[in-house]
Nanobody
Framework: QVQVAESGGGLVQAGGSLRLSCAAS????????VRWFRQAPGKSRELVAS???????NYADSVKGRFTISKDSAKNTGYLQMNSLKPDDTAVYYC?????????????????WGQGTQVTVSE
């Protein structure tokens, strides 16, 4: 009943920028919190950035000052603005969205993963 989908990945040169989107759809009441993860080939999935219900943000040290996470509650969409991209940022980026949706006239919490979007940064 709830789907979360990322978009905005692609190929960019080092120093460039991309903006990823994380859209929640279905009978969504509100997308409260968003977390962005990434997984590079041969590496484990790591948390990149998070934004809580109250808007508090946190970042991995490797992306501080370059990435900005945000959300638009009216659109039930989260974003990850990525600037000054480096080849080490190459990975599949996943979004995990949390919030509430309508289920049989009641509000039910959800936490859902998107399918991932590839980000490739060339030298």
């Amino acid at each position: 009943q709830v789907q979360v989908a990322e978009s905005g990945g692609g190929l960019v040169q080092a120093g460039g920028s991309l903006r990823l989107s994380c859209a929640a759809s279905g009978s969504i009441f509100r997308l409260n919190a968003v977390r962005w993860f990434r997984q590079a080939p041969g590496k484990s999935r790591e948390l990149v950035a998070s934004i809580a219900t109250d808007g508090t943000t946190n970042y991995a040290d490797s992306v501080k000052g370059r990435f900005t996470i945000s959300k638009d509650s009216a659109k039930n969409t989260g974003y990850l603005q990525m600037n000054s991209l480096k080849p080490d940022d190459t990975a599949v980026y996943y979004c995990f969205g949390e919030g509430y949706y309508y289920s049989e006239d009641a509000l039910t919490s959800f936490g859902s993963w998107g399918q991932g979007t590839q980000v490739t940064v060339s030298e």
